[in-house]
């Protein structure tokens, strides 16, 4: 059975610096283009950052660009999201996601949740003031 798992989420002060993963089994990884949303608590769920099946191409959204970076390991199935500068508006639950589809672009997978195929539980980040 097919599956994406996230872990690395904490309490970090702001200004601070995090490293999520996402693990995922049970399906060709590098066959799949990856993403990382949040959802904030009464807010949508958003589309952050997304990256190409070979890693070649990314997308981050305005609010996070220049402070995440988004890379995968398609030899060991492992995706990640590097968060530096921190600020209390990065806190939310991350989701990690992984899409089968052939999208033109990486914006188009971030801008599209419905095209992602399987979907983690979720790592919480939170970050104090």
């Known amino acids: 059975q097919a599956q994406v798992v996230e872990s690395g989420g904490g309490l970090v002060q702001a200004g601070g610096s995090l490293t999520l993963s996402c693990t995922a089994s049970?399906?060709?990884?590098?066959?799949?283009?990856m993403g990382w949303f949040r959802q904030a608590p009464g807010k949508e769920r958003e589309g952050i950052s997304c990256?190409?099946?070979?890693?070649?191409?990314?997308y981050y959204e305005d609010s996070v660009k220049g402070r995440f970076t988004i890379s995968r390991d398609n030899t060991k199935n492992r995706l990640f999201l590097q968060m530096n500068a921190l600020k209390p508006e990065d806190t939310a639950m991350y989701y990690c996601?992984?899409?089968?589809?052939?999208?033109?672009?990486?914006?188009?997978?971030?801008?599209?949740?419905?095209?992602?195929?399987?979907w983690g539980q979720g790592t919480q980040v939170t970050v104090s003031s």
């Open positions: 996601a992984a899409s089968s589809l052939n999208l033109r672009t990486t914006y188009d997978y971030c801008s599209t949740s419905s095209s992602f195929d399987y």
């Open positions: 049970g399906l060709p990884f590098d066959d799949y283009a």
């Open positions: 990256i190409s099946w070979s890693g070649a191409a990314t």
